[in-house]
């Protein structure tokens, strides 16, 4: 072997993103499969979303609708729909976005989040995020070189969810915080931001001269509350990346059709990251997706009807089950306490969970960086037929202590 065909003995991946290894989600799933058990870890749905949507997906492939490279900022067609999307559902909070210079399509959510930390964020500049966080957060505020404050959402015994303490907020942030990564309803506790709490966070990033990248995937996923998005408060509008996906109100997450959506000077900033990332995407599904946002009223308040009680079928039996539960007023996650069962590490209680009983969830100790404090907790997923989680449910009752 010659000096040039040696491996080079660095290491061959970058050391920022090293720590993060295989995503949990890829574990759990693939320690399903191995064991045959019922995967309420990952959130998928395990039904497709509406057969015209996908009969228009199949039409523009047919018909050559996008066969090729879409337009960079995503086709007309649907940045036109997420602009009506936006009007219709929060007009009355004053969202008007121009589909021509304030919408961009994306590779998803995940796509829309990393190019916009990539785009917004200088090295060592600060971002705060509510703790446990979905875990692309972490990776793609390391890729832009930045460095991750967390403020953790804690347990409130009156409410039995998870809640934001602001003065924790307020102190996280100092003369190096750039931006504010938000994301309501929150995933993986369920929380969702109510107008006290948005207006507080919107008051401190207008004080301090901050950016908020909002996630907004799960914005039609809301069962108790409403959904408020923050770019809608004052001072706000300028300052806020709006991201939000098809992938969670249509059940279609394959199709990895995302967007933002800002001033134009924002999404500008945010197509130049984005555009050496995936360039393009998913051109096809972009015409499906157009057409799905324009589904009627009916379609959203069913799906959220669906949701709502295959998450109290979940939490109940897990109740049952002698999980301690909290409440989930949005997503498609229930977060519980395995304490009352006299386990305190979840991911221990997970890796083993399968062959105990054939149930997969998600420890939500990997979301944190305070891990102590994610410890007891682990994450199931309802989004999935009633007849399934009854089996997990009947599963978990019968499981060994």
Known sequence: MTADQRVPERPLLNRRLAEFGTTIFAEMSALAVRTGAINLGQGFPDTDGPEPVREAA?????????????????????????AAHQRRWYGHLGLDPDPETEVLVTAGATEAITAALLALLEPGDEVIALEPYYDSYAAAIAMAGGTRVPVTLRPDAQTSSFRLDLDELRDAVTDRTRLILLNSPHNPTGTVLDHDELAAI???CVERGLLAVTDEVYEHLVYEGEHIPIASFPGMHERTVTVSSAGKTFSFTGWKVGWVTSTPELVSAVRSAKQFLTYVSAGPFQYAV?????????????????????????????????????????????TTDIRPL?????????????ERCGVVAVPTQVFYDHEEAGAPFVRFAFCKQQKVLADAVTRLKGAPA
């Open 58 to 82: 199949v039409r523009a492939v047919r018909e050559g609708r996008g066969n090729q490279y879409p337009p960079g900022p995503g086709i007309p067609e649907l940045r036109d729909a997420v």
């Open 202 to 204: 919107a008051e401190l």
């Open 290 to 334: 157009a057409e799905a946002l324009a589904l009627p009223d009916s379609y959203y308040t069913q799906l959220r009807d669906d949701l709502r009680a295959q998450r109290d079928l979940l939490s109940e039996g897990l109740a049952e089950a002698g999980f301690g539960v909290f409440q989930a007023p949005g997503t498609y996650f229930v």
């Open 342 to 354: 006299g386990h305190g590490s979840g991911i221990d209680f997970c890796l083993a969970l399968p």
